[in-house]
Every structure is written in structure tokens, then in C-alpha cells.
């Protein structure tokens, strides 16, 4: 179950904390991503799997989420005699701050409209609730 926000703003959240908060990544997807980050050049799925000691297949389903969250992006190698491989580098950090303030003002406008409806619903259920006479 999530932590309720109050837990949350209690607890001392990292900036990498981001990744989990904001796209629910989980501790291997944040350990891909700073592999990635700290890697001089892009790293096809094996090099990261080797930096972050896991499987291939586990180290693949990570690259997926990171794509799919665009914390990552993937740029395909051709071989001069035909084939290619994909090499994973991380999106441009102002990109990534970008689209996650993008979601707070979303997420923040939501909940004020979520806490005005909250308001209205239970400020009219005072005014039409029958007032007990002694």
C-alpha cells in the first residue's frame, strides 16, 4: 500500500527518490539508470547487465520500463554488413524535470479541485443536516 502523503513528506527522499514517486521505478530500474548516467559512452543490454550484476532478461525489463517512462532513450548501431544492435543513454536531465513538473502542476491541480469537491460535498451536507433541538 503507498505511503500516505504526510509519510511521504516525513520521510528523507533523495532526488532519485523522483524515479519511484513520480513513475513507481523500482530499486533495479533506479540502479539501470544511474549505470547508465555514470557510463561514459551508451551501453547496449549486456554492458548494463554486467555493470548492475544481473541477468540479461532482468536487466532488459528495466531498459523497458526506463524507455517506457522516458528516463532513457535507445538509438539503433547498423553493422556495415548488415544487422544493428540498440545502445541505451540516458534523456537529457532538463527533459526529464520538464515532463515531471509537467505532472505535479497536473497532479497538484487535481488535487485542489479534488479538495474543493470535498469542501462542497461535505459544507452541504452540514447545512441540510437536521439540527437537533434539546
Known amino acids: ?12 527522499m ?3 527518490g523522483l524515479l519511484e514517486c513520480f513513475h513507481g521505478l523500482k530499486e533495479l ?16 543490454v549486456d554492458e548494463l547487465a554486467d555493470a548492475v550484476d544481473r541477468e540479461r532478461s532482468t536487466a532488459y525489463r528495466a531498459v523497458q520500463r526506463l524507455l517506457q517512462t522516458g528516463f ?6 547498423n553493422y556495415d554488413q548488415g544487422g544493428y544492435y540498440h545502445v541505451y543513454s540516458p ?3 532538463s527533459q526529464i524535470a520538464d515532463e515531471m513538473q ?3 502542476n497536473d497532479w497538484y ?10 469542501e462542497n460535498k461535505y459544507e452541504q451536507s452540514e447545512s441540510t443536516a437536521p439540527t437537533v433541538e434539546s
Not at 1 to 12: G, H, N, T, V, W
Not at 72 to 77: L, M
Request: aromatic residues 4%.
Open 91 to 93: 534523456t537529457d536531465p
Open 102 to 104: 509537467r505532472m505535479l
Open 1 to 12: 500500500m503507498p505511503d500516505s502523503m504526510s509519510e511521504q513528506l516525513r520521510r528523507d
Open 14 to 16: 533523495q532526488c532519485e
Open 109 to 118: 491541480a487535481k488535487m485542489g479541485q479534488l479538495i474543493q469537491e470535498f
Open 29 to 44: 530500474d533506479k540502479e539501470c539508470f544511474r549505470a547508465l548516467v555514470e557510463a561514459e559512452e551508451p551501453l547496449t
Open 72 to 77: 532513457i532513450e535507445k538509438d539503433q548501431i
